[in-house]
């Protein structure tokens, strides 16, 4: 297969940065702009965030040491994505044209950053099988505070019984769509067959982080384990 055919089929044309494409000149003292504050809100992010500060330490313990510089990159990308997770690289892709809130960066580092557990932890075949691709969508969705409430209130969506896994499914679904080409039938039917083992898989959480406490409980709770188990 053509390798531009290819890289468009992964979803690759959304980074143009990963193929090497330059950028125009009027826009390099943009992107230095935001390129400078996306650096600043990734390394707020991963000082303060306990979701991240979690996923962060598991991956560490599961043998897959995260390095800022080297596995996160500010980047310039098309469309309406936010970030993405390059598997060839072992790295995560930060939007940064798109990305220009504290609390928006926290849910892409902690999204990607689920998405790198996954790969760490389970040997995802990321371009092969779509069923592994749907798991990790489904994962991160509900892990990372996409679908909290107060994500939810943002986008003025809202609903009762059911919404979270309504709001997962259809992340999951859309991201699917984003980096894949596959239609949206075969898409949800993916979503649909391993919705339920993929939602109620919390790794490394011990249950859903609904809020920031929710989350430093459990960051909490993690690093103590060794200590408990040192104990008894």
């Known amino acids: ?38 650096k600043n809100m990734l390394h707020f992010a991963l ?19 995260v390095y800022k510089d080297r596995h996160f990159s500010c980047e310039e990308c098309d469309g309406a994505v936010s970030g993405g997770f390059d598997a060839n690289s072992s790295q995560i892709v930060l939007c940064q044209n798109n990305i220009h809130q504290q609390a928006h960066m926290n849910r892409v580092v902690s999204h990607e950053l689920i998405h790198a557990f996954d790969h760490c932890r389970a040997h995802v075949d990321w371009f092969n099988n779509y069923k592994h691709l749907a798991c990790s969508e489904i994962r991160a969705a509900n892990l990372s505070g996409d679908c909290n409430f107060s994500s939810e209130l943002n986008r003025f969506h809202f609903g009762l019984k059911g919404h979270r896994q309504a709001c997962v499914r259809d992340r999951a679904l859309r991201s699917m769509l984003a980096v894949r080409k596959i239609s949206r039938e075969e898409a949800g039917k993916i979503v649909d067959e391993v919705f339920d083992s993929c939602f109620n898989d919390h790794a490394p959480f011990d249950r859903i982080p609904h809020t920031n406490k929710d989350a430093k409980f459990a960051s909490r709770h993690y690093e103590s384990r060794d200590r408990y188990y040192g104990n008894v």
């Open 1 to 38: 297969m053509d390798q531009t055919k290819q890289d468009d089929e992964h979803g690759y044309n959304l980074f143009p940065e990963r193929n090497a494409k330059p950028k125009e000149n009027s826009f390099k003292q943009t992107m230095f702009t935001f390129h400078h504050k996306c």
């Open 47 to 65: 000082e303060t965030s306990p979701y991240a500060k979690l996923l962060l330490s598991a991956m560490n313990s599961s043998g897959c040491t």
